[in-house]
């Protein structure tokens, strides 16, 4: 696996200060992609241990409320094992912070379909967030808060595997 770009500090990928990092390869491919550079798999630089330990060590910053995991495509099946690789070592290194994924797939697909791999499960579990569903150029809406388009759910994925639904995520900032 590649990774596009890492990026600290970012604030558009979810809530505080976050560690986003953008992996490489995509074959979803969605007309208006804002990353569609990352749709290549050999684009960016390898990831290793090196890569991992990089982005633990911005995480170890207290400013930073967690990490975010977007594309490319991390559920694409090249990309799991090592995309489940750093949610592992997040979890392990820095079980305080927050794991949110960013997807073209929907929830149910990841769970219910070809995608899955022997990692897509683990992934699954290990997210706090995931932001579904591709982007689509029709439903475009700047407005809209972590995501592109109106058809992308925020999901609290803890709580939709224990209650055996999608339950959308509720931003704890938010006052409706």
């Known amino acids: 696996m590649n ?3 890492i990026k600290n500090l970012d604030i558009a990928n979810g809530p505080g200060c976050r560690v986003s990092v953008f992996v490489s390869g995509c ?3 969605c007309e208006g992609c804002f990353n569609s550079v990352a749709w290549d798999f050999d684009y960016g630089e390898p990831f290793d241990d090196g890569t991992i330990i990089r982005i633990i060590n911005l995480m170890l910053n207290p400013r930073i409320s967690g990490l975010s995991v977007l594309g490319g495509e991390p559920f694409e099946p090249r990309n799991q094992k090592e ?8 979890k392990q290194s820095v079980p305080d912070k927050d ?13 219910c379909s ?3 791999t022997p990692y897509a499960d683990e992934m699954t579990r290990l997210i706090d967030v995931l932001v579904d569903g591709p982007f689509m150029l029709e439903q475009k809406n700047l407005a809209l808060k972590f995501r592109g388009s109106a058809n992308q759910r925020i999901i609290d994925v803890p709580n939709s595997l224990q209650q055996g639904k999608v339950v959308i995520w509720k931003d704890k900032y938010d006052k409706s």
């Open 3 to 5: 990774i596009a770009q």
């Open 27 to 29: 074959t979803r491919r």
């Open 83 to 90: 995309v489940l690789r750093l949610m592992r070592s997040v």
């Open 99 to 111: 794991i949110w994924c960013f997807t073209g797939y929907t929830f149910e697909q990841i769970l």
């Open 114 to 116: 070809g995608i899955t």
